[in-house]
């Protein structure tokens, strides 16, 4: 199965679209968010930089945001998530009022612990301990919704938790361009072991090199975060678990 996004089919939406954006668009609920099959690709493609048992993926029907809650993220290096990014103010028919990821959701959930939406509020909560994360979603680096505009929400909110560096999204970002960028970073960090920074620095030059990713669209977007408290904090801890991957929507809605 895929995320649960939708109890019962209020929309329908294509697999075959090539342009697709991760953010709420045109929904005015959770349910009615579109699917987004790159984002399962990105995470394959990102995993097979990391040995078989040193990596967690949480993939369709898996990707709940209450599974996401069962798992010790302190056993992580890498916290990587693909989904769509949700500023305050979206969802018309609920005036969401905290920035958000958007997870699967449990179906019949009344709980806003597994209602789907890991809002920053939840995000500052959680006990991180210098992790790298990657928000490949939109508009993640600051909330300039309707009701926290300023560098807030998401990013600040993982800073927050205890995250050592963010790779973060000024604005809305193209799904399939974005999961070449960000596997081909990930690549970079683990396999080549670069900082996060240079990383981004190198990949936004080969996609401005590219014929058909160098509007400054495709990799402009990306931007990295650094806490300075966690700056040597990964290399005096012992070796922990390589990577965690979220991936949150793929596929056509059931």
């Known amino acids: 199965g895929n995320p649960n996004f939708q109890e019962t089919a209020k929309l329908a939406f294509s697999e075959s679209s090539s342009f697709s954006i991760r953010s709420a668009a045109l929904a005015s609920d959770i349910y009615e968010l579109s699917p987004l099959p790159d984002t399962e690709q990105e995470i394959k493609a990102s995993a097979l930089n990391f040995q078989n048992g040193s990596k967690l993926t949480l993939l369709k029907e898996k990707a709940t945001e209450l599974n996401f809650r069962m798992i010790d993220l302190e056993k ?7 989904t769509h990014g949700l500023v305050s103010g979206e969802f018309n028919s609920s005036n969401l009022k ?3 990821l958007a997870l699967g959701l449990e179906p019949k959930s009344k709980s806003s612990l597994t209602d789907g939406l890991l809002t920053s509020t939840e995000i500052a909560e959680l006990q991180l301990n210098g992790q790298v994360v990657i928000l490949s979603a939109c508009r993640t680096f600051s909330d300039e919704g309707a009701y926290n505009p300023g560098f807030t929400g998401l990013t600040a909110s993982f800073l927050f938790a205890g995250a050592k560096s963010i790779l973060a999204t000024q604005w809305q970002i193209e799904s399939k361009s974005s999961a070449k960028f960000v596997s081909d970073l990930i690549r970079s960090v683990k396999a080549d072991g670069k900082e996060l ?3 981004i620095r190198e990949q936004s030059r080969n996609f401005a090199t590219t014929q058909q990713y160098s509007h400054p669209f495709y990799w402009a977007p990306f931007v990295g975060v650094t806490s300075i408290r966690h700056q040597d904090m990964l290399e005096t801890k012992k070796e922990r678990v390589n990577v965690i991957s979220y991936l949150n929507s793929n596929g056509k809605i059931e």
């Open 76 to 82: 992580f290096d890498i916290l990587h998530f693909a």
């Open 98 to 100: 905290l920035p958000s």
């Open 197 to 199: 920074a240079a990383a």
